[in-house]
């Protein structure tokens, strides 16, 4: 998720991105129908928002409950925040780079892939006119976790114990609870 402030106040947008290898760079594009990037200008700062994993814990789960009944439900999360100023870009050739990148990253591993080659060069052509592209220049990367890190092992280790036999979310969170938090 994409933030920005406007003259309408505070917008944000969907988008999948392409982050550069050293991470100084996320490259992305809307539609120009979308109204997010309508009053961007060159240099405007941006907020990023990448969550990585999240899920609700019941208080149910911990042990200590029973000695210590004072506990709440909670959120488990690991995210991103990203700062950085960005680049409007409406040049063909760019908007193709970009769109094969993004492709390409999430086509990769399919079977079978799917390639913009694999549409018509008119189409696609066509497609990116109705696009516009986004170049960020990271300046800030802030990582966020909460992972029961606050409570005592045994709660600790029950919660990631339950959320280890949940939804594939749940089993995610599960995943980044190691015991050296």
């Known amino acids: 998720m994409l933030i920005v402030e406007t003259p309408d106040g505070l917008q944000s947008v969907f988008?999948?991105?392409?982050?550069?290898?050293?991470?100084?760079?996320i490259l992305t594009h809307v539609a120009k129908a979308n109204s997010w990037w309508r009053s961007l200008q060159d240099g405007d700062e941006v907020l990023g928002l990448f969550l990585v994993a999240?899920?609700?814990?019941?208080?149910?789960?911990?042990?200590?409950?029973?000695e210590n009944p004072g506990v709440v439900p909670t959120w488990n999360y690991v995210a991103a925040e990203v700062r950085g100023r960005l680049t409007v870009h409406d040049d063909p050739e760019w908007l193709q780079r970009q769109v094969r990148l993004v492709t390409d990253q999430f086509e990769a591993g399919r079977s079978p892939e799917w390639h913009v080659e694999d549409a018509s060069a008119d189409y696609v052509e066509r497609q990116v006119k109705a696009i516009v592209g986004i170049k960020i220049d990271v300046e800030v990367i802030?990582?966020?976790?909460?992972?029961s890190q606050n409570r005592p092992d045994v709660d600790h280790h029950s919660v990631?114990?339950?959320l280890a036999q949940g939804t594939p979310a749940e089993r995610n969170v599960a995943a980044r609870m190691t015991d050296d938090q």
């Open 15 to 25: 988008v999948p991105v392409v982050v550069s290898d050293d991470r100084t760079k």
């Open 54 to 66: 999240s899920a609700y814990v019941s208080p149910s789960n911990y042990p200590s409950r029973f």
């Open 142 to 147: 802030q990582g966020k976790a909460k992972l």
């Open 160 to 162: 990631r114990d339950n």
